[in-house]
């Protein structure tokens, strides 16, 4: 059994649980849910994450700040690893979280379950 | 559910499936209304465009959700797609990837809107929104294209009747 730790920060609950669905059956993942940017800091700041999958717009902060928060505090968000899931494909959006250290950029209609499990293993191993 | 209709999801789980049209119909009503109006209404007005892009973004945020799910749904459900399913999948993924860029950019006009009250950044960033709009709608019709010639909008009365929202599923 797979016991790696992942966190989903999604604010539409319809992707997060699809998505959850798809790494806890297929990869055996533990899976939390964060249905924003702040409840994911928050998250990242009291549990212990193997990777993050993160989408960028959002309402309350955007992955953007996510990122940005978590690059500027390495100690309290324990240096965590993320993979952006978005359907954000402009490359602007790309630029601004590579040079962020995202470890990966998933577009969310195009990747297929198996490649799914397959880039997170990457990112995690 | 419908025979008839079950024997055309069965030829083409994407085309012919009434969730997926039936959110398609609710952008295409949204294209038409309020996007249209955020262009061509409240971009002249900083405070307005606030308030009604955040509306926007909220509920393209849903469409595309939901979108996005009923084409993984579709993945998951069978294990290859005709070519006509391929096809219709590519050209749905393509509209959802404009409306993300589309949200995109309505979001970071918003966030430097309140990060900054210069009007020039916000008149300048306003374009990009207007060309992501324009894309978008493109995006639209070339998916509304090709629902026509599969019927499912269809001007074919026969066809269009099994989608009629009076057939129960």
Same mark, same amino acid.
């Given at each position: ?125 | ?77 069978? /294990?290859?797609?005709? +070519? &006509?399913?391929? !096809?219709?999948?590519?050209? *749905?993924? #393509? ?24 009007? /020039?950044?916000?008149? +300048? &960033?306003?374009? !990009?929104?207007?060309?992501? *709009?324009? #894309? ?34």
């Amino acid at each position: 059994m797979n016991k790696n730790r992942l966190l989903i920060i999604e604010d539409e609950p319809p992707i997060a649980n699809a998505f959850k669905k798809q790494l806890t059956m297929l990869g055996g993942f533990s899976v939390d849910i964060a249905n924003g940017g702040n409840e994911g800091l928050e998250k990242l700041k009291k549990g212990t994450y193997d990777l993050v999958l993160l989408d960028i717009v959002m309402p309350d902060i955007d992955g953007i700040d996510v990122l940005r928060a978590i690059q500027a505090d390495k100690k309290t968000y324990k240096d965590v690893p993320v993979m952006m899931l978005t359907n954000v494909t402009a490359i602007e959006a790309k630029k601004e979280v590579e040079k962020l250290g995202v470890k990966g950029f998933v577009v969310k209609t195009s990747i297929r379950p198996d490649e799914l499990i397959e880039r997170v293993k990457e990112v995690i191993a | 559910m419908n025979a008839n209709i079950l024997k055309l999801k069965q030829q083409n789980a994407i085309a012919y499936n009434r969730k997926l049209r039936s959110q398609l119909r609710n952008l295409h009503e949204m294209l038409g209304d309020e996007i249209t109006d955020l262009v061509t209404g409240e971009l002249g007005d900083p405070d307005t465009f606030f308030t009604e892009a955040q509306k926007v973004i909220k509920t393209l945020s849903e469409l595309t959700a939901n979108l996005s799910v009923l084409l993984l749904k579709v993945k998951e459900s069978k /294990k290859e797609l005709s +070519a &006509e399913e391929e !096809r219709d999948y590519h050209m *749905i993924e #393509e509209l959802t990837d404009a409306l993300g860029n589309l949200q995109y950019e309505i979001h970071m006009l918003i966030k430097h809107m309140q990060q900054s009250q210069k009007i /020039k950044t916000f008149t +300048a &960033e306003s374009l !990009r929104v207007i060309d992501k *709009i324009v #894309e978008t709608q493109e995006k639209f019709r070339a998916v509304r294209a090709q629902i026509n010639n599969f019927g499912y909008m269809s001007k074919n009365p026969e066809i269009a009747a099994l989608f009629s929202d009076k057939e129960a599923s």
